[in-house]
């Protein structure tokens, strides 16, 4: 496997039938659970369990994509092919912004 759209693909081989009659609503709230768990063990240093949960997020992510009919290859490159959307530079050289406080 060699891409995000060959992973996309296999993801809905799988899964899009029944993430499909699950509904995007639902769907989502998975996915959403999921993130909840990626920033858990963020916030914990759970350095071993950090794979699984970002593979988990990303194919919850990509699950979505396909249930909206986004070819999230394509989008994410059309994006970000070039650089920074913004300054359109690699690394970006925009402006830091400041960080969000934690509350």
């Known amino acids: 496997m060699s891409g995000i759209g060959e992973f996309q693909k296999l993801i809905e081989d799988i899964y899009l039938e029944r993430d499909a009659g699950r509904g995007?609503?639902?769907s989502t709230l998975w996915f959403i659970?999921?993130?909840?768990?990626l920033v858990r063990a963020l916030r914990r240093d759970e350095r071993e369990n950090l794979e699984e949960e970002f593979g988990d997020v990303f194919a919850w992510l990509v699950s979505l994509a396909s249930i909206s009919g986004v070819d999230l290859e394509r989008?994410?490159?059309?994006?970000?092919?070039?650089g920074c959307p913004r300054c359109h530079q690699t690394?970006?050289?925009?402006?830091?912004?400041?960080?969000r406080s934690g509350g």
């Open 75 to 82: 989008v994410a490159f059309e994006k970000y092919g070039r």
């Open 33 to 37: 659970e999921e993130v909840g768990e």
């Open 91 to 99: 690394p970006c050289s925009c402006p830091v912004p400041q960080a």
């Open 24 to 26: 995007l609503e639902g």
